[in-house]
């Protein structure tokens, strides 16, 4: 059961415009969102975090908005930098288990 | 501070063996939570442990089983190996067990069933 899913498998922007990444998710019971950056031959890194709470959270170049009714984040990366060519993945949990969710993740890819 | 650390890199083994792959924690960590990553997909939880105890599992059978050392590193067994086991194994070590924005990865295991 895929509860959390990222339907572009790849994306590809030039240097210095908007990245948008997508994900959507099934489980309503799901409080907190993460997004991490995977790059070849490393383990994944946290990245950027969002509180079902909120609809918006902002880090520097970095800001996810969480839309609960339509159960969809996204990740906007302004302005991408071929440094932040990665794999990158949603996951969601909630606070009564460890059992935090990935989706299959997207390759980002900016252009210089 | 060293980072989380995993050995082997690789390995290959044979349908029916029986592997160890083992992990070692960020300095000061006390949780370790085990993923497996099949190739296209996310990585997928397995099992966490916290102070040498199993503190979560996902669905997993029980031949994927665990350790967690009074150091508090770990180790991932699993039995009985089967060609799906075939897949990148990631260790993730935090200083507590809902610490997510905290949890640190290591690079992985790649493990292939032949």
């Known amino acids: 059961d895929q509860q959390v899913k990222q339907n572009s498998p790849s994306l590809s922007v030039q240097e210095g415009r908007i990245s948008i990444l997508n994900c959507d998710y099934t489980n309503s019971m799901f409080d907190y969102f993460l997004w991490y950056k995977k790059y070849p031959a490393e383990g994944p890194t946290f990245l950027i975090s969002i509180s079902s709470i909120k609809d918006k959270n902002e880090d520097g170049r970095f800001t996810v908005f969480l839309n609960k009714s339509a159960k969809h984040l996204s990740l906007h990366i302004v302005p991408s930098q071929p440094g932040d060519s990665a794999v990158y993945f949603c996951?969601?949990?909630?606070?009564?288990?460890?059992?935090?969710?990935f989706g299959a993740g997207t390759r980002l890819t900016v252009k210089p | 501070e060293t980072g989380v650390t995993q050995s082997p890199t690789h390995l290959i083994k044979t349908r029916g063996q029986q592997v160890t792959l083992r992990c070692s924690s960020q300095s000061g960590h006390n949780t370790v939570s085990w993923y497996q990553q099949a190739l296209g997909q996310g990585p997928q939880f397995i099992f966490q442990y916290y102070r040498e105890e199993e503190n979560g599992r996902g669905n997993f059978p029980p031949r994927f089983s665990g350790l967690q050392f009074p150091n508090y590193s770990s180790e991932l067994n699993v039995n009985a190996l089967e060609l799906d086991d075939s897949a990148l194994y990631l260790c993730?070590?935090?200083?507590?067990?809902?610490?997510?924005?905290?949890?640190?990865f290591g690079p992985g295991t790649r493990l292939l069933v032949l």
């Open positions: 996951a969601a949990s909630n606070d009564n288990n460890n059992d935090m969710r």
């Open positions: 993730a070590s935090s200083s507590n067990p809902g610490g997510r924005e905290t949890q640190y």
